[in-house]
């Protein structure tokens, strides 16, 4: 039987990987191809359906991302998004312009619950706009299925010919019945099945990296954050010793996690793949000896990494690919779409390694975004400690304590941040909070334990929720898990007298503590 596919035409839009998120959200498989894609090539594929995304042309102005009639005339339904509708109604006759209003954020949009594109949406609903241009003349044989106080043609349907256009963005969380809309048109309007799983893209994956690679080694620089090790276990599904996975343990990790990243990914592990640990912590500590600029720390520690991940790749010697553990977030924050397609650099790395020999790049979780990269780990067998890690800073604990870092004060914050983190689960907390963890300030001061004066550091903890890690609020903590973790901090952690809450928000502190 012919794999249920819904093909999505890239014409350069800004949510082109949520069109295809929300897809597979409707358990549908979806692949996306440039609008540049030859039709005979989409037609081979046999599609379901296919979705036309938004973009940033003018369908009448002379350059523009176009596509050809004949893609209407497959019998094979298709649903314009935004640019992708206007292209639709260009077209097919209608008549596309320079929109009177400027249509942009959260409108009321008015629906025809009749068309099938609207089953169970409310009549009256919130969409998501952005365009400059309208469809002020429907194509021939169209209806025109949703309006809005400035837009005639909120929505068209050609139901004969199966042909959809919404002049909104569906995929964008702000159309609240948006999800709704996708379904119906994928499940109800081409029919698909739903029977499409994370598994089956973790067997598609195996299978394209196989295909990809063939017989040739791959490298990759495992942290032991989620996305590295995702990429880690499905190129090891796929290709077993073929791959090399370089974990550089630089004492700047949180307590045991070395350890934890070797009994996944090292020999005894559940992996078929040549695990390479470098212990330099010594090297580390030698290096950023009387450092106390955070700048400089950071710097320190991006070029020390390369130094040790060069040091082992020549002795690897050539490989054929050097695999990343990019997922779509980042190629978003780098400003790349897909139309635009570069490779992105790790920040963690700071640009791409040219001191390793290799012939390609390649990233297998590069469309999926962060919950999607954990369910595809879940999958792989990875440990749900590892797979539901919190955000963790490549230059770990260098960024969490202020001043100096020695590796007296790494195990005063490693010890201090177990407690903590311990607690916090302890508590039931660990899934609501967005970020926390326990940071050394510099400060030491005079306190009294037992009958003895002491003079120790103090530990902060931090706590922050954050959406898009841009801005940030405090995360209220219950007072007596604080005074718990407090006590414990003070009563096992050598070297600490007292314990604070940073209260600050981001703006104007940051989320890390450096
Ligand atoms: P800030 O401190 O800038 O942090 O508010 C925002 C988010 O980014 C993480 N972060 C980093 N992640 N390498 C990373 O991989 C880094 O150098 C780095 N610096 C900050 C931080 O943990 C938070 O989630």
Known sequence: MDKELVVVIDFGGQYNQLVARRVREC??????????????????????????????????????????????????????????????????????????????????????????????????????????????????????????????????????????????????????????????????????????????????????????????????????????????????????????????????LRKNEGDEVEAVFGSGGQFDLNFVRVNAQERYYGRLAGVTEPESKRKIIGEEFIRVFEEEAKKIGAVDFLAQGTIYPDVVESGLGGESAVIKSHHNVGGLPDYVDFREIIEPLRNLFKDEVRKAGLELGIPEKLVFRQPFPGPGLGIRIIGEITAEKVRIVQDADAIYREEIAKAGLDKTIGQYFAALTNMRSVGVMGDERTYDYAVALRAVNTVDFMTAEIAEIPYEVLQKVMSRIINEVRGVNRVFYDLTSKPPGTIEFE
């Open 27 to 252: 358990n549908v498989y979806c692949e996306i191809y440039s609008y540049k894609t030859d039709l005979a090539k989409i037609k081979e594929m046999n599609p379901r359906g296919i979705i036309l995304t938004g973009g940033p042309s003018s369908c009448y102005e002379e350059g523009a991302a176009l596509c050809s009639k004949e893609l209407f005339e497959l019998g094979i339904p298709v649903l314009g998004l935004c640019y992708g509708a206007q292209l639709m109604m260009h077209v097919l006759g209608g008549r596309v312009e320079k929109a009177p209003v400027r249509e942009y954020g959260k409108t009321e949009v008015h629906v025809d619950t009749n068309s099938a594109l609207f089953t169970d949406v409310t009549p009256d609903t919130v969409c998501w706009m952005s365009h400059f241009d309208y469809i002020s003349a429907l194509a021939p044989g169209f209806k025109m299925v949703a309006s809005t106080a400035d837009c005639p043609v909120a929505a068209a349907e050609c139901v004969e010919r199966k042909l959809y256009a919404i002049q909104f963005h569906p995929e964008v969380l702000h159309t609240v019945d948006g999800s709704k809309m996708l379904y119906n048109f994928v499940r109800n309007i081409c029919g698909c099945s739903g029977d499409w799983r994370m598994d089956s893209f973790v067997e598609e994956s195996i299978k394209a990296i196989r295909e990809k690679v063939g017989g040739g080694k791959v490298l990759l620089a495992l942290s032991g954050g989620v996305d590295s090790s995702v990429a880690a276990g499905l190129l090891s599904r796929a290709i077993g010793k073929q791959l090399t996975c370089v974990f550089v343990d630089h004492g700047l």
